[in-house]
C-alpha cells in the first residue's frame, strides 16, 4: 500500500510514522510530505532513508491513503486534491470535523459508519477523543444528559515550539515564546484563540465534536481546557450527569470492557491515572477516580487521561485506516 504521511517532520507526523511501524501498517511505498522548506529532508523510517517530497509530487504517485497533519489551510487546500486521484485522506486537523458532508471518527464508536463514499474523513480533536471513549460505554448504559469538563493539556499538543519554551524556561534559558506568558510552574486557561461567546476555539470543538461523534445532539457539553506544563498526554476532570442513577460497580465493568479504555481505580493503594506513568506512549484511554457526585443525583466524577500524540492523534487516524481495510474500502 502506497501510503503518504503529510507534515512528515513535525510532531503527529513523526508520531505517525512511528506507528506505522510498530502496527506493521502494510506499507509498501512511504511518501513523507512537508511544505517547501523541508522537502529534501531525509527521513529514516524501518532503516531506510527517505527523502521529504512536496505535495504535488505525492499526489502524482497517486498514494492509497494519506495522513494528515499539516494544519487546518493546508488540509483545506491539499485534502480534495488528494482525495481526487482516489486516496482516502484522514486529517488531523479541524478543516473538515463539523463538514456535515464527511466523517469525524474515532473507531471503536462509529468507525463502521465508514463507507467506500469516504475519501475525506476526520480525526477529531485529542481532547475529545479521550473523552468520548469514556462517554460511550456510560451513555450506552444510562444516557448522559450533561458533561462539564476541565482539560490539563500537554505542551505537545500545541507543539515542538512549545516543547522547547516549556525545557528552555526549566533551564533558564531565554528562547522562542510560543505562548504569551512562561508556561513552566504556570496554568495558563487558553487553547487556541476565544471565540465571541467567550470561549475559545478549543473548548467549542469538544462541545461540537462530541455531538457529532456520538451522534445524538442531546448531549449537553461545557468546557474550560487549560495548558499544562506537562509532557506525556492530557488530563481530564469530568462531571457526568445521567438520566437515570448509575452504579459505581457497572460503571467499572462497563470501562473495563470497552477496547481502548483501561481502569486504574483503586484509591486505597493510590492507584489513578497519570499522563507520565500511565498515558505517555500508551494507546489506552485510563479512567480512575470514579466516584459519584455527592451534590447532584444521578451524576459521577471521573478523571480521564491518555497520550495526546498517540490515541488522541496518530494513533486514531492509523486506525482509521486499518478499520478501512477490515472493510475492504482499502485494499493492502
Given amino acids: 500500500m502506497k501510503v503518504a504521511v503529510v507534515g512528515a517532520t513535525g510532531l503527529v507526523g513523526t508520531k505517525m510514522l512511528e506507528i506505522l511501524g510498530e502496527r506493521n501498517f502494510p506499507v509498501t511505498d512511504l511518501l513523507p510530505v512537508a511544505?517547501?522548506?523541508?522537502?529534501?529532508?531525509?527521513?529514516?523510517?524501518?532503516?531506510?532513508?527517505?527523502?521529504?517530497?512536496?505535495?504535488?509530487?505525492?499526489?502524482?504517485?497517486?498514494?492509497?491513503?494519506?495522513?494528515?497533519?499539516?494544519?487546518?489551510?493546508?488540509?483545506?487546500?491539499?485534502?480534495?486534491?488528494?482525495?481526487?486521484?482516489?486516496?482516502?485522506?484522514?486529517?488531523?486537523?479541524?478543516?473538515?470535523?463539523m463538514d456535515a458532508t464527511k466523517k469525524l471518527v474515532v473507531p471503536e464508536i462509529n468507525g463502521d459508519s465508514l463507507s467506500?463514499?469516504?475519501?475525506?474523513?476526520?480525526?477529531?480533536?485529542?481532547?475529545?477523543?479521550?473523552?468520548?471513549?469514556?462517554?460511550?460505554?456510560?451513555?450506552?448504559?444510562?444516557?448522559?444528559?450533561?458533561?462539564?469538563?476541565?482539560?490539563?493539556?500537554?505542551?505537545?499538543?500545541?507543539?515542538a515550539k512549545a516543547v522547547a519554551q516549556l525545557m528552555n524556561e526549566r533551564a533558564g534559558i531565554d528562547g522562542e515564546m510560543a505562548y504569551k506568558y512562561p508556561i513552566d510552574l504556570n496554568l495558563i486557561p487558553q487553547i487556541d484563540v476565544f471565540l465571541e461567546n467567550g470561549y475559545t476555539k478549543e473548548e467549542?470543538?469538544?462541545i461540537n465534536e462530541t455531538k457529532k461523534i456520538m451522534g445524538d445532539d442531546r448531549i449537553k457539553v461545557t468546557a474550560t481546557t487549560v495548558r499544562a506544563p506537562v509532557m506525556g498526554g492530557h488530563s481530564e476532570s469530568i462531571n457526568i450527569e445521567f438520566e437515570r442513577t448509575p452504579d459505581l460497580k457497572e460503571i467499572r465493568?462497563?470501562?473495563?470492557?470497552?477496547?481502548?479504555?483501561?481502569?486504574?481505580?483503586?484509591?486505597?493503594?493510590?492507584?489513578?491515572?497519570?499522563?507520565?506513568i500511565h498515558a505517555q506512549d500508551s494507546d489506552e484511554v485510563f479512567v480512575g477516580r470514579i466516584r459519584l457526585d455527592e451534590s447532584q443525583e444521578n451524576t459521577i466524577n471521573c478523571w480521564v487521561v491518555s497520550d495526546n500524540l498517540r490515541k488522541g492523534a496518530a494513533t486514531n487516524a492509523i486506525q482509521i485506516a486499518e478499520h478501512l481495510i477490515a472493510k475492504g474500502i482499502l485494499r493492502s
Fill in 204 to 206: 467549542m470543538k469538544m
Fill in 116 to 159: 467506500s463514499e469516504d475519501f475525506i474523513i476526520a480525526n477529531p480533536n485529542c481532547s475529545t477523543i479521550q473523552m468520548v471513549m469514556v462517554f460511550k460505554p456510560l451513555h450506552d448504559l444510562y444516557t448522559i444528559r450533561r458533561a462539564v469538563v476541565s482539560t490539563y493539556q500537554s505542551v505537545t499538543g500545541t507543539g
Fill in 35 to 97: 511544505s517547501d522548506k523541508s522537502v529534501g529532508k531525509k527521513i529514516t523510517w524501518k532503516g531506510k532513508e527517505y527523502a521529504v517530497i512536496g505535495m504535488s509530487e505525492a499526489i502524482s504517485r497517486r498514494p492509497d491513503v494519506a495522513l494528515f497533519s499539516a494544519g487546518g489551510a493546508t488540509s483545506l487546500e491539499w485534502a480534495p486534491q488528494f482525495a481526487a486521484v482516489g486516496c482516502r485522506v484522514i486529517d488531523n486537523s479541524s478543516a473538515w470535523r
Fill in 253 to 276: 465493568s462497563a470501562l473495563s470492557r470497552c477496547a481502548g479504555v483501561t481502569v486504574v481505580d483503586n484509591v486505597a493503594d493510590f492507584e489513578y491515572p497519570m499522563p507520565l
